[in-house]
T-cell receptor, first 116, second 117 residues
């Protein structure tokens, strides 16, 4: 099946620990995105990557890091520097990495992170 | 300032009622794009529609219709004869050129629609 796979679906972490959320896609899309969703806050952009080996900060990048070593994969690390990491994290892709691409995003099913 | 405002946090209707979800946006660009997405309980957002700023024609797709009015900066979404399966969170989003020219959507806070049988 073609699609976007996020794992794990649920994750618990102790304060002070880093955690990495996985996002894998087999849609052959160039661009990938990470959004954070909080109740009543909508989706906020953390990082995005329009092409392999390149990525850009979004609106709330502090406390997060990413890598894009392969086209299919865009893992997100939530570091201990992120003050309030408990949230629902959504990975998305878009067909083209061209900055002028205005097409829709395709989303994974999300990962719910809870910090204890 | 919030670029996309979905003032309705939650709407509750009974099956077969019509319901309209409001979306008001703010932009200085003349070229921009508006979207609606549906987020069912499973979590992933599903694309519903995209409109560009030069096309104000309203659109109908089955029980769904969209009313785009530049004069009021609104892009409202109506579901006719709602069904229980329509229960979800609906997001309106605006894409305008960011620094570097990238069109990446900014989302509203979402409207939770609950359709009771």
């Amino acid at each position: 099946d073609g699609g976007i796979t996020q794992s794990p679906k649920y994750l618990f972490r102790k304060e002070g620990q880093n955690v990495t959320l996985s996002c894998e896609q087999n849609l052959n899309h160039d661009a990938m995105y990470w959004y954070r969703q909080d109740p009543g806050q909508g989706l906020r952009l953390i990082y995005y990557s329009q092409i392999v080996n390149d990525f850009q900060k979004g609106d709330i990048a502090e406390g997060y890091s990413v890598s894009r070593e392969k086209k299919e994969s865009f893992p997100l690390t939530v570091t201990s520097a992120q003050k309030n990491p408990t949230a629902f994290y959504l990975c998305a892709t878009r067909t083209s990495g061209s900055p002028s691409d205005t097409g829709e995003l395709f989303f994974g099913e999300g990962s719910r992170l809870t910090v204890l | 300032a919030q670029k996309v405002t979905q003032a309705q946090t939650e709407i509750s209707v009974v099956e077969k009622e019509d319901v309209t979800l409001d979306c008001v946006y703010e932009t200085r660009d003349t070229t921009y794009y508006l979207f609606w997405y549906k987020q069912p309980p499973s979590g992933e957002l599903v694309f519903l529609i995209r409109r560009n700023s030069f096309d104000e024609q309203n659109e109908i797709s089955g029980r769904y219709s969209w009313n785009f009015q530049k004069s009021t900066s609104s892009f409202n979404f109506t579901i006719t004869a709602s069904q229980v399966v329509d229960s979800a969170v609906y997001f309106c989003a605006l894409s305008e050129a960011r620094a570097g020219g990238s069109y990446i959507p900014t989302f509203g806070r979402g409207t939770s629609l609950i359709v009771h049988p």
